[in-house]
């Protein structure tokens, strides 16, 4: 499909977009690095070397009015021409991208997940949410108070570093694991909320003191693992205390009571089976988000069918990710209320109009005889949802990795992410991304009769995907390794590691938590306490 048939969209009309009540999608394609340093308001983030595998989820009706942009619009048109071949029928480009939106002085923001970042910066104020500084829990902790240190986080973000004795339970599983934590710990205990930043404690700390937990019995820690270290104590590394208890019976219903509550109180329709195929059913003409906020496990085991995985604490953490189509339903479920409802109650408090809790959950749909589906929710694990790769995979050669370590190329292409890269690649092999592909193979790769293998880390989709790109540019002996880097590791083979060759600093990557340096946490912790206040900040993920 030629570049010239792909709509533009200028700034006035998508100025109409943001300011309207119908749904539509603004998708910025770029890399995260140069999303954070300046972006339109309401752009949600998914690079080009990532919209194969995202769109399904992100933009599931495809009627969608869709409105792409890059700095200046060429990636863009290419990302256009991805989601129209795949059969999106409403998609178009804004004209002069990012940059000519900064020149005809329209809004931008900086920051990643600024949405729910400035929401925490709110309800921080709007509620007197209390906090603790670093230096008073580390004095508590030293004369031996009480206290039970939360951390909010996924539970890798907890393994990598935290709090020391702190114990992971995600921002989601707080409210159904609260009343068995403060039991086993005693009335008189201390409850400390923390994330690596703000969002997550100011967010932890406020349910819990929306279900009654008294002055000074909770309190969110001012600025999270950042803060701590900053403040010039040691994190803990590699903490196992991850388990999470099945709840007792009076923990689920004490859950389920406050659930139910703050869903009265916030306008959350609790939709019974029937609503839910109803809404369901309009998945055919409309968007409608469907989404378990349950932990991994229990999302793996069985889940609705059509539902993507994003547990509760993440899916108010990157609420711009979840609903990328602005005004569209978002159904929320769990296995009962307590954490679709909660989770429903903030998108509310955000603004949301259109949102709902599944009332029973899975256990209603399997009361009333109907299935659930099993499976992990990761792209790469539905490879029948990722556009182009069966067209890529049958229409590009394919290697093992007994035949590209017998006769290796001329060049190896590494195509995934400069951190995949840098984690271990085949020796000799060059980074570079598939976002930009078309831009940079032929400093790469000297001529169309090179023989060429394209590499990644995901089984080999990124790299079937790179590989066809490649072959309508017209090289013409272009081959992937099937399986990716785990193929190639399972033999024992030679790997390489480092960013070998890079010279640039990869866009693809933002510092966040431990990676940032001191300077850039003091930078980050500004820009997130003012967003209370609109203010903007170069920062980095959070």
């Not at 300011?19 to 999608?25: E, I, S, V």
């Not at 339970?169 to 008189?188: F, H, N, Q």
């Not at 969002?199 to 693992?225: D, F, K, P």
Request: charged share 25%; with cysteine; glycine share 12%.
């Amino acid at each position: 499909m030629a570049l010239n048939v792909i709509r533009e969209c200028d700034g006035e009309q998508l100025s109409a977009l943001l300011d309207g009540d119908r749904p539509f999608a603004l998708v910025d394609v770029r890399e995260p690095a140069e999303y954070n340093a300046a972006h339109i308001p309401g752009a949600s983030l998914i690079p080009r070397r990532r919209l194969e595998f995202e769109a399904r989820r992100a933009l599931p009706y495809m009627g969608v009015e869709i409105v792409l942009c890059d700095e200046s619009g060429r990636n863009a048109f290419r990302a256009a021409e991805t989601l129209t071949r795949a059969g999106y029928s409403s998609v178009s480009v804004l004209k002069g991208g990012v940059n000519r939106w900064a020149a005809d002085r329209r809004p931008t923001e900086w920051g990643v997940n600024v949405p729910s970042k400035a929401f925490g910066e709110r309800i921080e104020v709007e509620h007197d949410v209390p906090t603790i500084s670093a230096d008073e829990l580390h004095d508590r902790m030293e004369r031996g108070d009480n206290l039970v240190i939360l951390d909010t986080r996924t539970p890798e973000e907890f393994r990598r570093l935290c709090i020391p004795g702190g114990r992971s339970v995600p921002g989601g599983e707080l409210a159904l694991r609260i009343t068995d934590i403060r039991a086993s710990a005693g009335e008189d205990a201390t409850v400390v909320v923390n994330c690596a930043g703000r969002t997550r404690s100011i967010i932890g700390a406020r349910l819990l003191q929306r279900m009654g937990m008294g002055a000074g019995r909770v309190y969110g820690l001012e600025n999270g693992t950042a803060g701590w270290g900053l403040a010039g104590y040691e994190l803990e590394a590699k903490a196992d205390r991850t388990d999470l208890p099945e709840p007792s019976p009076d923990g689920a219903s004490a859950a389920e009571r406050f659930a139910r509550r703050i869903a009265e109180e916030d306008g959350v329709e609790l939709v019974d089976v029937a609503g839910l195929r109803d809404l369901m059913a309009r998945r055919e003409t409309e968007t409608v988000y469907l989404v378990d906020v349950r932990m991994r496990a229990e999302y793996e085991a069985g889940h609705i069918p059509g539902c993507s995985w994003i547990p509760g604490g993440q899916a108010v953490q990157t609420a711009d990710a979840v609903a990328v189509v602005h005004n569209a339903p978002i159904v929320f479920v769990c296995d009962g209320v307590s954490r679709s409802a909660i989770a429903a109650s903030w998108y509310r408090q955000m603004g949301h109009k259109h949102v709902y809790a599944a009332d029973g959950g899975t256990g209603a749909w399997t009361r009333a005889r109907l299935e659930l589906e099993s499976g992990g929710p990761a792209p790469d694990e539905r490879l029948e949802e990722v556009i182009g790769f069966e067209a890529a995979r049958a229409g590009v050669r394919a290697v093992g990795p007994d035949e590209l370590a017998s006769d290796p190329p001329e060049v190896a292409l590494f195509v995934g992410a400069s951190a995949e890269f840098a984690n271990g690649h085949v020796p000799g092999a060059r980074w570079v991304s598939r976002g930009v592909l078309e831009d940079e193979a032929g400093a790469a790769i000297p001529g169309f009769e090179t023989p060429v293998v394209a590499i990644c880390d995901d089984a080999g989709v990124s790299a079937a995907l790179a590989a066809a790109t490649l072959s309508g540019m017209g090289y013409r002996d272009v081959a992937w390794l099937d399986g990716g880097m785990q193929a190639w590791r399972a033999g024992g083979r030679p790997v390489e590691t480092g960013l070998t060759g890079v010279m640039a600093s990869p866009l693809d990557v933002l510092p966040s938590g431990s990676d940032r340096s001191y300077g850039d946490m003091i930078n980050y912790l500004r820009w997130e306490t003012a967003l209370a206040g609109d203010a903007g900040h170069p920062s980095a993920e959070g």
